[in-house]
Every structure is written in C-alpha cells, then in structure tokens.
C-alpha cells in the first residue's frame, strides 16, 4: 500500500514538473520573441493592418467630432450669448444683432430686460421698455461710439435711441407704442 501511494505521489510530480518545465518553456520563447524582434520579424502585411486600425481610430475621432458638431443645437445669434440676451423680445434680439454686425464694434449690454423690482431698483421710468424686453443699454466709450451704434441701429430700422452722454451709454428700444421716431437724451 504504501509503496504504491508513493509511487503514485512520484508520478504527480513527474506530471507536475513536466508541465512546470512546459510553461518554462512557453515563457522563454514569448520572452525571445518580443526582445528579439529581428529572430521574429513581424510581417510587413501585419505592420500595415496596425497602421489602418491606427488610422481608422483616429478618422472614428474625427467623424465623432464632426456628428457631434453638426448635432450642436445651432446658436441663435451671431453677437449675442443666451444669457446676454435672457428675456428680450427675439425679433429684437435679431436687429440688434444685426446692427451689431453693421457697427463692427462690440455691444456691451449693461441693462437688458428688467423686472419690475430691478426696474425700480435702477431708477426706470415706469412704464420702461426694458420691462417689456423692448430695449437694452449698451457702453458706448465715447462719441465715436455712439456715432457708430446709432448710426448701425438707424440702418436696421430701430426708430427710438436714448443717449446717456454722462455715463456713456446708447438706451436701444423699439417700444413702438412710445413716441416714435425720436432721439432723446438723459
Ligand atoms: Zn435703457
């Protein structure tokens, strides 16, 4: 009995050790093979399959990118973000953004729609077209300025421009149910 369990345990060991001696040698020749690349040139056609994956992954980047701009909800104006416009009449919007495009100088809006608490606030009148989204301030640094926007804004049809020559800003409104056409000042 015993001499058969230990032989049986000596024929686990030779299976063992001739798979150890197995993988070794399974081991060894990957590690030749990748330290060796001259022994085991790597075929030319293989060379240009990792080229087109390489290619082919940066063109799916590039075709993502496109699909994602093209995809882009489109902005609505051309001068004006979202929120420096946020509550102003859209029609107006787009005058004034075409004017924008006329004077070729920015347009800083520093007042645009009003809420009646804000209104108040800033010192409107009451019945203000800012309360309606019908008018905007925008800095003009001086008279060259003014000159330009009110001048761009008369192109595109805005008929009632405020002139606040103290704090040098162009008041732009098209609150037509107001005195209309008319250049006033502050
Ligand atoms: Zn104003």
Redesign the pocket.
């Known amino acids: 009995m015993l001499h058969e369990f230990i032989h049986g345990q000596e024929r686990h060991m030779a299976v063992c050790h001739s798979y150890l001696y197995g993988y070794g040698r399974l081991y060894t020749r990957a590690q030749e093979r990748l330290l060796s690349p001259k022994r085991y040139q790597v075929p030319s056609s293989l060379l240009k399959a990792m080229e087109w994956v390489f290619l082919k992954s940066k063109l799916d980047k590039l075709l993502l990118q496109l699909q994602a701009q093209l995809t882009a909800p489109k902005k609505k104006y051309k001068y004006f973000t979202e929120s420096e416009v946020e509550g102003l009449n859209h029609e107006f919007v787009l005058l004034l953004d075409k004017a924008r495009g006329i004077a070729g100088i920015p347009f800083k809006i520093n ?1 645009g729609f009003r809420t009646k608490e804000h209104n108040k606030a800033v010192g409107g009148v009451k019945n203000s077209a ?1 309360l309606g989204g019908l ?1 905007i ?1 925008a800095n003009a640094k001086g008279g060259s300025d003014i000159y330009i926007i009110v001048y761009a804004c008369m192109q595109v049809g805005i008929k009632r421009i ?1 002139i606040n020559w103290d704090k040098h800003f162009v ?1 732009i409104d098209v609150d037509y149910s107001k005195p209309t056409p008319t250049i006033y000042k502050y």
């Open positions: 007042s800012h008018a301030d405020g008041h």
